[in-house]
DNA sequence: AACTTATATAAGCATGCGATTATTGTCAAG
DNA sequence: CTTGACAATAATCGCATGCTTATATAAGTT
């Protein structure tokens, strides 16, 4: 059962993104994983729980190591909610501009 | 040129899903946004704020009123970084899926 | 002009997050 | 069985977040 606020809060931290596009390729282990970046490996290991926590990643058991690979689940839940407004853009887009080009010129402020 | 860790975090909270999830429905004011929530005002222009930095939303004047609607463009962009690793789970489906299974079977520590 | 409605801003506070260092646990190899 | 590589956990610290109350601004109403 994905829990979408830890699922986006995930992927609000650049270093946890990165992690999941390396994943993306294949399967890694956490010093593969902790390699590209300046940082220590205690932070990566603490990333890759709130990913795994989120539902993004699942992990396998080989020797000591602890291969990371990508959760389908997770990044459906997310993909499906996405999918809701974006579905709700399109449906609004005709609708939506018609009304507002009809709507008086002065009240064309933009922006605060 | 939409953020993506702001587009992210600002999903993260559900007061804040909850807003856009209403704006899907079409534009609404600060206090028709409101109304729903135990929460202040001034909570709910916070999260609308935070909503508007992320990109995903717009505001128009009208009086004294900010009508806000949804922005195609942040969403857009949270929904391209999802689609890659949505494709990336299909193009690797089968390839992870035989690797597994043509491992050790001994090797099938689960979970911690 | 005075009052009301709609919204924003500021200050304050509790809680959570991302990083670090230090330490511990586990397996593999010699 | 000791050593070294791989990884997790704990304690700590500074900064960000999410709310609140109080106040401000600005347009609409009477």
């Given at each position: 059962?994905?829990?979408?606020?830890?699922s986006?809060?995930?992927?609000?931290?650049?270093?946890?993104r990165?992690?999941?596009?390396?994943?993306?390729?294949?399967?890694?282990?956490v010093?593969?994983?902790?390699?590209?970046?300046?940082?220590?490996?205690?932070?990566?290991?603490?990333?890759?729980?709130?990913?795994?926590?989120?539902?993004?990643?699942?992990?396998?058991?080989?020797?000591?190591?602890?291969?990371?690979?990508?959760?389908?689940?997770?990044?459906?839940?997310?993909?499906?909610?996405?999918?809701?407004?974006?579905?709700?853009?399109?449906?609004?887009?005709?609708?939506?501009?018609?009304?507002?080009?009809?709507?008086?010129?002065?009240?064309?402020?933009?922006?605060?």
């Amino acid at each position: 059962m994905p829990n979408l606020n830890a699922s986006f809060a995930a992927l609000a931290d650049p270093t946890r993104r990165a992690i999941l596009a390396r994943l993306a390729l294949g399967e890694a282990t956490v010093m593969e994983l902790a390699k590209p970046f300046e940082m220590t490996q205690p932070a990566i290991s603490q990333h890759l729980k709130v990913l795994e926590e989120a539902g993004l990643i699942v992990q396998r058991v080989d020797g000591t190591k602890r291969p990371r690979r990508l959760a389908k689940a997770g990044i459906d839940a997310m993909d499906q909610w996405l999918a809701m407004l974006r579905k709700a853009l399109e449906k609004n887009y005709e609708r939506l501009d018609a009304v507002l080009a009809a709507m008086e010129p002065n009240t064309k402020g933009k922006k605060r």
